[in-house]
Nanobody, 128 residues
Framework: QVQLVESGGELVQAGGSLRLSCVASGRTFVRFRMGWFRQAPGKEREFVAALTWSGGSTYYAYYTNSVKGRFTISRDNAKNTVYLQMNSLKPEDTAVYYC??????????????????WGHGTQVTVSS
């Protein structure tokens, strides 16, 4: 079992920044693919970013097009924590943000179906 707990979501003005955190517990964290997804009201949950282990201390990051250049995913294995730094926030970034863990590190990093564990989410609201 893996438990994921997100934090850091809040109300922020457009153009502002937030850093989301997700703490994982229950199993060794290093080799998991970790992802961030978001879900806006009335919409499906969508991929935001993922960080995939490629051996040693190397990870590859993936982003959905709408956040490239604004969001950065990172992790601190010593703290079992993955972060999502969000800059230049826009009202369309408003959503509940979820952290997810893919134990098998499968190919489809963008698909919710590939992730085994999910957090309960943290609300991000960007006002115009």
């Amino acid at each position: 079992q893996v438990q994921l707990v997100e934090s850091g979501g809040e109300l922020v003005q457009a153009g502002g920044s937030l850093r989301l955190s997700c703490v994982a517990s229950g199993r060794t964290f290093v080799r998991f693919r970790m992802g961030w997804f978001r879900q806006a009201p009335g919409k499906e949950r969508e991929f935001v970013a993922a960080l995939t282990w490629s051996g040693g201390s190397t990870y590859y990051a993936y982003y959905t097009n709408s956040v490239k250049g604004r969001f950065t995913i990172s992790r601190d294995n010593a703290k079992n924590t993955v972060y999502l730094q969000m800059n230049s926030l826009k009202p369309e970034d408003t959503a509940v943000y979820y952290c997810a863990a893919d134990l098998a590190d499968s190919g489809r990093y963008y698909s919710t179906e590939e992730y085994d564990y999910w957090g309960h989410g943290t609300q991000v609201t960007v006002s115009s």
